[in-house]
């Protein structure tokens, strides 16, 4: 009898848990490069980019249709051309970027204002910094926005094949 007991108490236990795994909170929460924390309440589907690199991480990650809009400079790859364009730099058009009703907009710090994180901020939108300087920045990049999206595998491999390239091109070029 205590063996029937010990199993029941064992099944209620695993389909409890299993409960509390689906209504888990799925949220996404990030620190972006200037260590400011975000959350997501999944992974972001709608991203306007306004820097190059980030795009082309996006679409590396399998993200491309997520990106709702993109930075002037932002034309690679060549099947994001269709995308509209929003101004971006010294020029950033708040407005316009609001009308694209993104949930997240990924900046380069260089590129946009304070205020002009401020003013999407205040409309709902999240802004996440990516600035990249070397290939340590470029990982670290690539892991932030593979988070942002729910794409943490995609981007771990993403990083350990550029890894490999650059240890093959070293071993290539030794001596």
Do not use: H, W
């Not at 999944?42 to 980019?49: G, K, L, N």
């Not at 003013?119 to 990249?132: A, D, I, M």
């Not at 990049?141 to 390239?165: F, P, V, W, Y």
């Amino acid at each position: 009898m205590s063996k029937k007991l010990v199993s029941l108490f064992l099944a209620l236990l695993m389909v409890f848990g299993t409960a509390s795994v689906l209504t888990e909170d799925t949220g996404i929460t990030v620190k972006d490069m200037f260590d400011r924390e975000i959350t997501l309440d999944e992974p972001a589907t709608r991203i306007v980019v306004m820097q190059p690199s980030d795009c082309e991480i996006l679409c590396a990650l399998g993200c491309e249709d997520t990106i709702v809009g993109r930075g002037k400079y932002v034309d690679y790859p060549a099947s994001i051309l269709d995308v509209p364009v929003v101004q971006s730099g010294a020029e950033t058009n708040v407005e316009e970027i609001l009308k694209l009703e993104p949930q997240v907009v990924l900046l380069n710090s260089m590129s946009q204002s304070e205020e002009q994180v401020q003013q999407l901020e205040e409309n709902g939108v999240k802004v996440v910094v990516s600035t990249t300087s070397n290939i340590e920045s470029v990982y670290t990049a690539i892991t932030l926005i593979g988070k942002l999206m729910g794409k943490d595998a995609e981007a771990e491999a993403l990083i350990a094949d550029m890894q490999s390239t650059f240890d093959e091109i070293k071993a290539k070029s030794a001596g």
